[in-house]
């Protein structure tokens, strides 16, 4: 089991910068396939970056490709999201979730339910 608590969230102007991260409990972090998903109000939770075990495999939305860098560092137990010229379609509440793969696979996971583990979030707000 894995505990994930968020930080790095606030509000920034339009174009700004802000770094998220998502600190993990367990000695078992490198063998999680790690997420970033948000949710504005009065919207379902979507998908915004993932990452694999290792750190080799990526993967963006549409919505925020070029603009955001998902990383992680084993080490560490952390997982970050850099997040660069940011909109104000970009507000929300960011959170991490985590599932279980093993190192044998270079997989990254991009729907809701392929995750089992899941932060309390943190709120990002980008003013025009």
């Known amino acids: 089991q894995v505990h994930l608590v968020e930080s790095g969230g606030g509000l920034v102007q339009a174009g700004g910068s802000l770094r998220l991260s998502c600190a993990a409990s367990?000695?078992?972090?490198?063998?999680?396939?790690m997420g970033w998903f948000r949710q504005a109000p009065g919207k379902e939770r979507e998908f915004v970056a993932a990452i694999d075990w290792s750190g080799y495999s990526t993967g963006y939305a549409d919505s925020v490709k070029g603009r955001f860098t998902i990383s992680r560092d084993n080490a560490k137990n952390m997982v970050f999201l850099q997040m660069n010229s940011l909109k104000p379609e970009d507000t929300a509440v960011y959170s991490c979730?985590?599932?279980?793969?093993?190192?044998?696979?270079?997989?990254?996971?991009?729907?809701?339910?392929?995750?089992?583990?899941w932060g309390q979030g943190t709120q990002v707000t980008v003013s025009s």
């Open positions: 979730a985590a599932r279980p793969t093993g190192s044998g696979t270079n997989y990254y996971y991009i729907a809701r339910h392929q995750y089992a583990y």
């Open positions: 367990g000695r078992t972090f490198s063998s999680y396939a």
